[in-house]
């Protein structure tokens, strides 16, 4: 796999942590995908298993492995538990660094009437 140039931002580390554990993923056109995901790409390209797929009329499919492709997802919600990851720790610490910081003041004057 080719190695991008830009740094991996939290939100695609955060589906790299949510591998092996179940997701639900709703599409642009309405079908809702819920199974284990096994590989998530920097694109969030999905490949999940013992997947149950809702058709947007509400039938309902059981398959054994899908691919979605990134572009195509509207919404996905992953684990409870990943609110614990090492990563959003970190989030938290450099929000906690960046408010202790004194803020700028723009240069511009109140206007005098």
């Known amino acids: 796999m080719a190695t991008s140039a830009k740094a991996v931002g939290v939100p695609i580390k955060l589906l790299h942590e949510g591998e092996g554990h179940m997701v639900t993923i709703e599409l642009r056109n309405g079908e809702i995908y819920r199974g284990l995901l096994n590989e998530s790409e920097e694109t969030m390209n999905c490949l999940i298993t013992d997947v149950v797929m809702t058709a947007k009329d509400g039938r309902v499919t ?12 509207k919404f996905m919600i992953l684990p409870d538990l990943l609110k ?21 003041r723009s240069g511009r004057k109140p206007a005098s009437g």
């Open 62 to 73: 059981k398959m054994e492995n899908v691919y979605i492709r990134g572009s195509q997802i």
């Open 84 to 104: 614990y990851s090492p990563i959003l720790d970190k989030v938290k610490q450099l929000k906690r660094q960046d408010d202790a910081k004194p803020k700028k």
